[in-house]
């Protein structure tokens, strides 16, 4: 948070016992570290009270000073004892780097089996801990639990003139890139904008564009070119300005590298000041000759969702319902406030969307804008489908177990309030869903060479849920490498009189919906989207876009 200039290792500071210490004294008795450079200043860190740690007095970790002007307390470090954490971008760009860490970070269902035992039979053979245990009445298994799950059918994915079956690892990007989209929007007038550097990859990606579109039944007609002399973000923000007219479809900008103050100069102008559909390229991304057809074909889709249109669909039994995707992203850069993004379904088969953000001050209750952004998307579905939803499925992501209390207390009364803007007779039948992803559980499958991770589709609805609870894992994705973690999905309210295997039918179809991906995701497509649009107006835009463009995946 600081640095103390008038302070150094020579400095002294109380300890638990009241005795005066200096840091040197400090970390030669308590840690036998010897501190080199005694004439260096000292970083300060001020901690949140309450992450404090219960019983912790001055003097501790590191040498905590409390003064009569500063009434909280202080923690003191020494620079020369502190090290960076994390990695840096020049290793996270670094694919060998990386490719090597992953060989720790994401391990197999064998070898997570491994360490397991391993650390069970540590635990086992140790008197002590076995004694501490007992004292509680538990004791450590030296097998997996054994219970037997259902595996879902897979998916048909519908296009505009095909449908195919989802396979064995539910992915069909081979067929995406031959078949049409079910809803193609023209691309004939637009804006791409880049520096003089990059024109040979700017007209590469351009002519690429134009190949790989027509097979998915999508017309790209020429840009309108735009080459700036450097990469200043006022040119970009100058050249879109003089371009921005209301015939005028999409903006691409081919950014020469990756940086955050500029990407969100652009997005605030293309999502707030003049609302249109924007895509942002990073050069690297189209550099290398080998991957541009396949690197141009996703964006191309992505740019058509973002231009209103449908990609793929599948079958959704149910008539008259509107799914709804909620998260809330937490932006630490204005005073820890949150934004809430909702994103709701507005036709039947699930795949045109209408989103909403609203803005919370850190000590302000999201139930508040919840009420709003959820009359808004009933009216945009009355707008669209000339009557209201007879069923509204809400799947509530960013909640942990110690928040469950605040989803029932508030957040439903809060929607339940919001029907009654509509009038005394409409009371829509509700079920809410907290949708889990950052779990410890894991599900391993029997395969002939041992552990496995199973199948997607794989739900477990029994044995390892909670006492009480209508909630169930299910596991959506496939991954090709490490252990793939389940989903929880936990039903904290229903009156649509859907069975449990419909509700996880209906979940499962929801995670192939997702067009950013042609496959599954671990959640269901409607709270990714969410995500998406929370976290782009947590990081970028720091306000709410346009009401213009909500009616488009413009976030993606």
């Known amino acids: 948070d600081d640095i103390a200039w008038d302070k150094n290792p020579q400095s002294t500071f109380i300890d638990h016992t009241g005795k005066a210490l200096t840091f040197i004294e400090y970390y030669s008795t308590a840690y036998g570290r010897a501190i080199e450079d005694t004439e260096q200043p000292l970083l300060l860190h001020r901690p949140k009270k309450r992450r404090l740690p219960r019983g912790r007095g ?45 060989v720790h970070t994401r391990i197999s269902p064998n070898q997570r089996d491994v360490a397991i035992r391993k650390f069970v039979s540590v635990v086992n053979s140790n008197e002590k801990a076995k004694e501490e245990l007992s004292s509680w009445g538990l004791a450590l298994s030296p097998n997996m639990l054994q219970t037997t799950g259902r595996k879902l059918l897979s998916e048909k994915i519908h296009f505009k ?198 803005i919370h001050d850190k000590n302000q209750e999201i139930a508040d804008g919840l009420n709003l952004c959820l009359q808004s998307a009933l009216r945009k579905y009355h707008e669209l489908n000339q009557t209201l939803p007879e069923r509204i499925l809400v799947f509530r992501d960013g909640v942990g177990d110690g928040q469950m209390a605040t989803v029932l207390e508030f957040e439903i009364p809060q929607m339940k309030k919001c029907f009654s803007m509509f009038g005394e007779d409409y009371k829509p039948r509700l079920a809410v869903i907290v949708v889990q992803k950052r779990i410890s559980t894991r599900i391993f499958g029997q395969g002939p060479q041992g552990y496995q991770n199973p199948p997607p589709g794989t739900v477990l609805d029994h044995t390892i849920t909670r006492k009480g609870w209508y909630d169930f894992f299910l596991v959506s994705q496939h991954v090709r490498q490490g252990t793939v973690t389940p989903t929880h999905y936990n039903v904290v309210a229903d009156n649509t009189g859907l069975k449990p295997d419909h509700m996880q039918r209906l979940a499962y179809k929801l995670t192939h919906l997702y067009y950013n991906w042609p496959g599954t995701v671990r959640v269901p497509a409607p709270c990714q989207y969410a995500h998406k649009l929370a976290f782009l107006v947590g990081q970028s835009l720091h306000r709410e876009p346009s009401l213009d463009i909500c009616d488009r995946l413009f976030f993606l």
């Open 58 to 102: 001055r003097g501790q970790g590191g040498g905590v000073e409390q003064t009569e002007e500063e009434p909280e307390q202080v923690i003191c470090l020494v620079p020369e004892l502190c090290s960076m954490t994390g990695l840096t971008d020049k290793a996270r760009n670094d694919f060998r780097v990386m490719k090597d860490l992953a």
């Open 161 to 358: 003139d095909n449908s195919i079956v989802a396979g064995l690892e539910a992915d069909w990007n081979k067929e995406l890139i031959k078949e049409h989209v079910i809803s193609a929007v023209p691309l004939r007038k637009w804006l791409l904008v880049f520096t003089k550097r990059d024109t040979s990859k700017a007209m590469d990606f351009l002519n690429m564009m134009k190949k790989v579109a027509p097979p998915m039944g999508i017309e790209v007609r020429d840009a309108i070119v735009i080459e700036l002399p450097n990469d200043r973000t006022e040119n970009y923000i100058r050249a879109i300005r003089e371009q921005i007219k209301s015939s005028l479809q999409l903006v691409v900008i081919i950014f020469p590298s990756s940086r955050d103050d500029r990407y969100s100069s652009v997005k605030k102008l293309c999502c707030i000041e003049h609302p249109i559909p924007s895509q942002v390229i990073n050069a690297r991304t189209i550099s290398q000759q080998q991957k541009l057809r396949s690197v141009t074909q996703k964006i191309v889709l992505q740019i058509n969702c973002k231009l209103g249109g449908e990609l793929w669909a599948v079958d959704i039994p149910l008539k008259n319902i509107m799914v709804v995707g909620i998260d809330v992203y937490h932006d630490s850069s204005r005073g820890k406030r949150s934004i809430l993004g909702i994103v709701s379904s507005t036709n039947r088969h699930l795949t045109r969307w209408y989103s909403r953000v609203s």
